[in-house]
T-cell receptor, first 115, second 117 residues
Framework: NAGVTQTPKFRVLKTGQSMTLLCAQD?????MYWYRQDPGMGLRLIHY???????AKGEVPDGYNVSRLKKQNFLLGLESAAPSQTSVYFC??????????????FGAGSRLTVL | AQKVTQAQTEISVVEKEDVTLDCVYE???????LFWYKQPPSGELVFLIR??????QNEISGRYSWNFQKSTSSFNFTITASQVVDSAVYFC??????????????FGAGTRLAVHP
């Protein structure tokens, strides 16, 4: 079982460049999430999706866009990268247990550096 | 506001010592869930436990135990007889209810545990 797969694992961008992080899950989960992890700040939610074709903003959505065209995929886009977006990005998915207090399965993370 | 505080940034112990990781939370929900996740050096977060707000019984799983106290809004995690393989960053998390009946997780800043031989 692959679980949650994130690509790419590492990327270096220059300020102003754009890129897309891809998250794929094979567990037929309804819920998918994008978090960013920064030192001393834990994980902060960027965007999330409660089903195919739906997306919503999390705590730190500015500078990011997302799409969930297929149930198994959740894409995170940076239209114009900034150094403040240097971080480790985690995708997670979860089933719809008890109205969403679900156990999350995380991907291995994508380390993004913006110069 | 919903909040999770892990006051211990880093803890260093010698193998076989017991260690407790503290977690204090704030929530306005009457029903909520608390979680612990482990992030080993490989980077991927691994689920350890989920506890709902109605269940204050302590949980034990091998060398791991959890103490949930609603009166002090705490959900502490103890590792007994620590091992080098326990070295990781540990995150406490709280479910926050969203509109439409969905939830999201609010994470604490994490506690880095180093277990030395």
């Amino acid at each position: 079982n692959a679980g949650v797969t994130q690509t790419p694992k590492f990327r270096v961008l220059k300020t102003g460049q754009s890129m897309t992080l891809l998250c794929a899950q094979d567990m037929n989960h309804e819920y998918m999430y994008w978090y960013r992890q920064d030192p001393g700040m834990g994980l902060r939610l960027i965007h999330y999706s409660v089903g195919e074709g739906t997306t919503a903003k999390g705590e730190v959505p500015d500078g990011y866009n997302v799409s969930r065209l297929k149930k198994q995929n959740f894409l995170l886009g940076l239209e114009s990268a900034a150094p403040s977006q240097t971080s480790v990005y985690f995708c997670a998915s979860g089933d719809s247990y008890l109205s969403g207090a679900n156990v999350l399965t995380f991907g291995a993370g994508s380390r993004l550096t913006v110069l | 506001a919903q909040k999770v505080t892990q006051a211990q940034t880093e803890i260093s112990v010698v193998e076989k010592e017991d260690v407790t990781l503290d977690c204090v939370y704030e929530t306005r929900d009457t029903t909520y869930y608390l979680f612990w996740y482990k992030q080993p050096p490989s980077g991927e977060l691994v689920f350890l436990i989920r506890r709902n707000s109605f269940d204050e019984q302590n949980e034990i799983s091998g060398r791991y135990s959890w103490n949930f106290q609603k009166s002090t809004s705490s959900f502490n995690f103890t590792i007994t007889a620590s091992q080098v393989v326990d070295s990781a960053v540990y995150f406490c998390a709280l479910s926050e209810r969203l509109s439409g009946g969905y939830n999201k997780l609010i994470f604490g800043a994490g506690t880095r545990l180093a277990v030395h031989p």
